[in-house]
């Protein structure tokens, strides 16, 4: 019954994003209904957008994917064979998600080095629960969680803060990118450490899944979050998975940069 329009990008609908069917043959059948309405794939892309763009997943990765984890980027061939394996899981994961997330299981990504390809992966792993399993989810980094909340502060009243909380305690999917970076070098302040504490014993107690990235592993957590609390939380949420200690960022830049020079000089 629907007449398709140019307002649908797959020329099945009229933009509305359904599609109405009528079956003149099964006008006759008591149990069946000769008209019924069905989605479009245009309105489940246009979920799926919204869903990227609520998402928050950096720009420079909104593309990203496992399969196009390079782990050839790499020079050292122990860093290649970290990568490799770090690839391998990531990929499983997002094969084995649903069993996952029935557990409330997440990954904790870590590296002392920056620049090591920690963010590129985790962000092809949301990329890919988004578009496979339509999950809402949520990606940010822990310092700019912690400003989402201060910037509620002062404002009309206790209830903005709290809404803000919440969001990140019942979101289906949590990626805390730079996880322990708001720590700082001196360890966290009390109201940052009880903040992230209760947001992950929430999201622990529900079997909400949580992804992290971080410089820190699992065990030193406790050296910058002193009252050992949100270690064994975050243990319990994630396995840990290395990454190479070697920045694919400098060479990155490094290539990059040398090329212009070869423009500029020529």
């Known amino acids: 019954m629907t007449v398709p329009t140019k307002d649908c990008p797959f020329s099945k609908c009229d933009?509305?994003?359904?599609?109405?069917?009528?079956d003149w043959s099964k006008r006759q059948d008591p149990n069946g209904r000769d008209e019924w309405m069905e989605e479009c794939e245009c309105n489940k892309d246009r979920v799926l957008r919204r869903k990227l763009k609520f998402a928050k997943i950096p720009e420079t990765f909104?593309?990203?994917t496992i399969n196009?984890?390079?782990?050839?980027a790499y020079e050292q061939l122990e860093s290649k064979e970290i990568a490799?394996?770090?690839k391998k899981a990531a990929t499983n994961y997002v094969k084995h998600f649903e069993k996952m997330q029935e557990k409330g299981k997440g990954l904790y990504f870590y590296s002392y080095t920056k620049g090591s390809g920690k963010t590129k992966l985790i962000s092809s792993i949301a990329n890919a629960l988004i578009k496979q399993y339509s999950v809402d989810l949520i990606f940010i980094t822990g310092e700019d969680l912690l400003?989402?909340?201060?910037?509620?502060?002062?404002?009309?009243?206790?209830?903005?803060?709290?809404?803000m909380i919440k969001?990140?305690?019942?979101?289906?999917?949590?990626?805390?990118?730079?996880?322990g970076i708001e720590a700082g070098e001196n360890g966290a302040n009390d109201w940052v450490?009880?903040?992230?504490?209760s947001i992950l014993n929430d999201r622990l107690e529900a079997k909400l899944v949580t992804i992290f990235s971080s410089n820190i592993k699992i065990d030193d957590l406790d050296q910058y979050y002193k009252s050992g609390r949100l270690s064994s939380r975050v243990k319990e949420m994630a396995p840990e998975i290395p990454m190479p200690e070697e920045s694919v960022r400098v060479r990155k830049a490094?290539?990059?940069?040398?090329?212009?020079?070869?423009l500029l000089y020529e």
Request: hydrophobic content about 35%; glycine content about 8%.
């Open 15 to 22: 933009g509305s994003g359904f599609v109405w069917y009528k």
């Open 62 to 64: 909104r593309e990203s």
């Open 68 to 72: 196009g984890f390079n782990i050839n």
């Open 84 to 86: 490799a394996l770090a």
């Open 147 to 163: 400003n989402e909340i201060k910037g509620t502060f002062g404002k009309d009243s206790r209830q903005s803060t709290s809404e």
């Open 167 to 179: 969001i990140f305690r019942v979101i289906k999917v949590l990626v805390i990118d730079d996880f």
């Open 193 to 197: 450490e009880r903040t992230f504490t």
């Open 254 to 262: 490094d290539y990059e940069n040398t090329k212009l020079e070869e």
